[in-house]
């Protein structure tokens, strides 16, 4: 049984910037020390025919190609602008 001490979920709690109680690390380092035994068990397993995958179901890319296309009218943009001059959009300055 892999065990995760109090102090070390309190050290870890530490470097995160955390505060845990007593109780919090108690229960975390149960929960921990039990993530830890599982992935022991899968370790265990037979894997010698399973191919490496990257997820256990089959993606992919359901968009549409991106294709350029027409875009709006410039009147029909620039009737939404709150002001606008020579077609383009003003807005306020951010730079001095």
């Not at 108690?26 to 399973?50: H, M, P, R, W, Y």
């Amino acid at each position: 049984m892999s065990k995760i001490t109090m102090e070390q979920v309190k050290h870890v709690a530490h470097l995160a910037r955390l505060a845990v109680t007593e109780e919090e690390a108690e229960k975390f380092s149960k929960q921990l020390g039990a993530i830890l035994d599982f992935a022991e068990e899968l370790g265990e397993l037979d894997t010698t025919n399973v191919k490496p995958t990257t997820h256990v179901l089959k993606m992919r890319n359901v968009l549409r190609k991106d294709e350029p296309g027409k875009g709006l009218p410039i009147e029909e943009v620039l009737k939404n602008a709150p002001d606008h001059k020579d077609g383009q959009v003003k807005v306020p300055s951010i730079l001095d």
